[in-house]
């Protein structure tokens, strides 16, 4: 048997960063930016008001108050959107709202509600408030100066994010290429979700599981299909998705690659191993005509726990990602048991208790893992490092959320 760390270093022995594209804003979203993103603009472009109210000079207004406003004349409009600029003479306002860009001429942005009527008909208007200098207005510049930072390369380009790119002027983001993923899941019992099932069939939940999974960390699913155990046929499912027009990045296959006699991943050429973890004991891994392929094995909980450990740090410095795992400590409020001699991947659900991680496993039938109809309930993995053959009530444990 080898460690995960062996199996692991394997796996991204030969994986790159993949080549960055230029996408429009708005196809950026889950995409990974390739370049720091500087403002192309000094943002708000103009000095522009926060209220809806007068745009005055405040050597007009001096001494307004409540109690002896200050009338002046109202010489025009600015709404927002609006490119005006209306000259402001002594004496004279010009009703603003949010938004529009303050005239050249005006100092103060005086609220409606801080005049005497309130009223946007009032002409002249009376001012009843002495507004502070630059009082409600927002200075050019005053959220993004141009050149200034505003995305550092590296990050997944989420809903704020592009939200930010656009304030910043951009219409177009240089991100990397996202990961195109084969699927095929191995095995002559497989039938389609849904399908009534035949005796020895099982219904396909790895290949949509790993599809998911992929798509979740930024990839492009280029093909999902199946293959039987028949001598030959993955081999031609491998050759076909070798050769369609979109080559994947890489390919990831389910089942068949532990000892059965009929296992037709083991006929491939790849690497196979015994990884010291449970689940995801049979692992295999290699090149075919240049592309990466995982061939994980079958059980749908080593599959889900295959991936976490093996295809998303892959798949992260595809991306241009940091490929580990952030974990936290948490306290066991169940008791468990674990294989001595290899590290347990334990599906645990969690709670927050006054701030401390609480985990329980998220099956109550055992860590079997063909238990797929509790793997929706796990929200992260407790990592028992091998030497431990039980978790016991308030121990403290290694967990990776999400
Ligand atoms: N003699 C030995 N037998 C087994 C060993 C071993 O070391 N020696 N290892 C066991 C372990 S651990 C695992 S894990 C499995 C892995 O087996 P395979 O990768 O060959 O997977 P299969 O035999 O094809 O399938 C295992 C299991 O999972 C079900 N399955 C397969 N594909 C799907 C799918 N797409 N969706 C849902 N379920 C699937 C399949 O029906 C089997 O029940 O080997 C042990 N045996
Ligand atoms: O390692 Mo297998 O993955 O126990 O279930």
Do not use: C
Request: charged fraction near 25%.
């Amino acid at each position: 048997m080898i460690s995960v760390e062996e199996q692991l270093a394997r796996v991204l022995a030969g994986a790159a960063e993949l080549p960055h594209e230029t996408v429009p804003v708005d196809a950026a979203h889950g995409r990974v930016l390739a370049v720091d993103l500087r403002s192309a603009i000094e943002s708000p472009r103009d000095a522009n008001s926060a209220m809806d109210g007068y745009a005055v000079r405040r050597a007009d207004v001096r001494g307004a108050s409540p109690d002896a406003p200050v009338a002046l004349r109202v010489v025009g409009e600015v709404a927002a959107g609006s490119g005006h600029d209306p000259v402001i003479g002594p004496g004279e306002a010009v009703r603003i709202m949010t938004g529009a860009p303050v005239p050249a001429d005006a100092d103060a942005v005086v609220p409606i509600e801080r005049t005497a009527d309130a009223d946007w008909a009032a002409d002249p208007v009376r001012i009843a408030e002495e507004p502070a200098p630059a009082a409600h207005i927002r200075p050019a510049g005053d959220d993004l100066g141009a050149g200034e930072l505003v995305l550092p390369r590296g990050i997944r380009l989420t809903a704020r994010a592009l939200a930010s790119a656009v304030g910043a002027g951009v219409g177009e983001l240089d991100v990397v290429a996202r990961p195109r993923v084969a699927i095929i899941a191995t095995g002559d019992e497989l039938a389609e979700p849904g399908a009534p099932l035949a005796r020895g069939q099982v219904h396909d939940s790895n290949s949509l599981l790993v599809a998911a999974l992929a798509v979740e960390q930024g990839a492009v699913v280029v093909h999902r299909g199946r293959a039987g155990d028949a001598p030959g046929a993955l081999d031609a499912e491998v050759r076909r998705v070798l050769e369609a027009s979109v080559r994947p990045d890489l390919i990831v296959l389910t089942g068949g690659v532990s000892a059965g006699a009929h296992d037709p991943v083991t006929r491939l050429a790849l690497e196979f191993a015994k990884v010291a973890m449970q689940p995801g004991k049979p692992q295999a891994f290699g090149r075919i005509d240049g592309v990466p392929v995982f061939g994980l094995p079958g059980n749908p909980v080593s599959v889900a726990v295959s991936f976490e450990v093996f295809v998303r740090p892959f798949l992260a410095v595809l991306q241009g990602l940091d490929p580990t795992r952030p974990t936290e400590r948490a306290i066991a409020d169940e008791a468990w048991r674990t294989p001595v001699g290899r590290r347990q991947y334990q599906p645990i659900v969690a709670q927050r208790v006054d701030g401390v991680l609480h985990v329980r496993p998220a099956s109550d039938r055992g860590s079997g893992s063909h238990l797929v109809g509790r793997l929706a309930r796990a929200e992260g993995f407790a990592v028992v490092p091998a030497e431990v053959a039980a978790i016991r009530v308030g121990d403290e444990v290694e967990v990776m959320l999400g």
